[in-house]
């Protein structure tokens, strides 16, 4: 199996490269990511063209969004990978986040050019979870058949706090949170990531899953 591994945590995350390890035992991987962070740039493209740099055969650096990286991939490149994911990501994409993610932008893209895709997502206190669950998950994924390019594979690994996954939950994406609350400071705008959670919590939504230590896996569609 080709894979292509793109992110928006940019070429020198080092979830990236744990990912990229792991991955490698299903298949032949080919990493492309931003030259430098690119979160919550959600589907967003560089009008006009971005410059890159080889690092060497299967690796590559983009000047540019997450979705620039899959573009330059499939279009510039002319790959045609099996199997796009993209992270994994420094934090989680729940509820409302997949809209604004670069993360889950970079697997829609590939989405919409027809291959299928998974988003991969993690604690961003740490990479305990992706060294013990995420083989396990994507094996549960190939197992029972779960990627497709109808619709894009969004799984959230458990917080880092949970000594282990507690199982695999087949989830749905609710908006149920307020993903920001503002502060404004010397005429600046930060927007300090506090989840507020609005009304009963869905035991069948990613929200669920990340407060009681399951992996979560949810299907994105364009």
């Known amino acids: 199996m080709n894979i292509l591994l793109v992110n928006d945590d940019g070429i020198n995350s080092e979830k990236l490269k744990i990912t990229k390890e792991i991955l490698s035992q299903f298949g032949d991987v080919t990493t492309i990511a931003p030259s430098k962070e690119q979160s ?3 589907m967003a493209l560089t009008y006009g063209g971005t410059t890159y740099k080889k690092i060497d055969d299967n ?8 979705v620039d990286c899959t573009s330059f991939a499939l279009i510039a490149l002319g790959l045609k990978p099996d199997l796009v994911v993209s992270g994994t990501n420094n934090g989680y994409n729940i509820g409302i ?3 604004y993610s670069g993360t889950v932008g970079a697997a829609l893209q590939a989405q919409y050019f027809g291959i299928p895709t998974i988003a991969l997502s993690s604690d961003y ?31 959230n690994l458990p917080q880092d706090s949970f000594n282990e996954s507690k199982g695999v939950m087949m989830t749905k994406i609710y908006s149920l949170v307020h993903p920001y609350k503002p502060a404004l400071l010397n005429n600046k705008y ?16 990613e929200q ?3 407060l009681n230590g399951y992996t979560s896996i949810s299907k994105i569609k364009l």
């Open 40 to 42: 919550a740039q959600s």
């Open 59 to 66: 690796t590559y650096s983009v000047d540019g969004t997450p």
């Open 97 to 99: 986040d997949v809209r």
């Open 125 to 155: 206190k740490g990479t305990k979870m992706i060294f013990s669950e995420l083989k396990n998950t994507l094996q549960f994924v190939f197992d029972n058949k779960l990627v497709s390019s109808k619709y894009t594979i969004n799984i």
């Open 190 to 205: 930060i927007p300090n990531r506090v989840y507020e959670w609005i009304g009963d919590i869905p035991k069948d939504s």
């Open 208 to 210: 669920y899953a990340f």
